[in-house]
């Protein structure tokens, strides 16, 4: 029986007959200068032209526009962009192609994100043995690639990353667990790692905080502040009727109970919910000598260069004082969550590229200020 599509909204529109804006879009199948092939909520849809051009970069052009903005450094998630767009495998020629790249920007390859991917099989999760083989071929491809940092992402077991420690160990890579939101440092499953690190005397494993884990307190708006802005009055008495914190798993699931995705932003940002448990900057001591690169996440930044949701000044200056000095990541993920972002019919999308680049502003100035 064949899968049923999930019907949604789709608009397009076209200013001057040189600019499309197209919502409901799934997923860009292919493109060039000739036609671009998009999977929308409604079904396939093609358009043909000529000299057309779709609005994202390739590997070369985020590399190039992070450079822009004062990057010293680039991180790669290269499952999702990989080098010679081939993922493991990469061959001479891209390697090359790669650090052509480096020197003509002036940056280093810091940080290689990979994804132990538990969960590919839909009848059991991978045995430890084939996590560890998983490990394997991203650190090895991170070596290749001149990365001396790995990103590990939260779900995988300290005894997993130890039996890949000689792997990590042969490739001369520290494996980093990213501490996300909503973690916290001094969390059960965190101590188990450390206590791991600290049985093993290991060198090759630490911890990459994300300043997710520190955000500052929210700025939410008034009920007459979200119907002026199109929230609906659904949203807002909901809101007003919640008793206490609501569940992660609620909070996904709004726009299937009829929610728009604006309605669902307000929603998530006026109640409290477990990730409204902020880390201490202070628990930053706790792993302090296996702290190997930090991932500073940015959420909205402001004309001034600030991030009104994140404590950036603080996590500087905790970082400074504990003596940490490897790289600060820029990680901008302000898209996903701002207002209308999702909505077919949202006007504008924020500037990726401007955010990274006063983001960049931002953090140079806290260094100097630390």
Known sequence: MAEEKKKGRHTLNME???????????EVLSFDEDGIMMETTCGLLLLKGAGMHIGKLDLEGCIREAAKAGSQGIELIAEQMPVGGSYPRVEKQDVSQWFDWMAKYNVTPTCMDTFCDIMMFKNRFLTRKEQVQLFRQDLELAHKLGFKYTRVIHNIQPEV???ALPIAADNDIKMCFEIHSPMRIRSEFIQRHLEMIERTGTKN??????????????????PEEALAAGVSQKAIDFVKAQKGPIAMSRLFGLTSEGFSD??????MEALPNEMDAPNELEWLEDIAPYIYHCH?????MNENCEDDRIDAAGAVKMLKKIGYDGYLSTEYEGQRSAPGAEDDAADELIDEIEQVRRHQVMLHRLIAEA
């Open 205 to 222: 494993y630490g911890f990459m905080p994300d300043w997710g884990i520190f955000p500052l307190p929210k700025k939410i708006p008034t």
């Open 16 to 26: 001057e007959r040189e600019r499309v804006r197209i919502g409901g879009v799934m």
């Open 161 to 163: 990353i130890e039996m």
């Open 262 to 267: 604006q309605d669902a932003h307000y929603i």
């Open 296 to 300: 500073a996440k940015c959420l909205h």
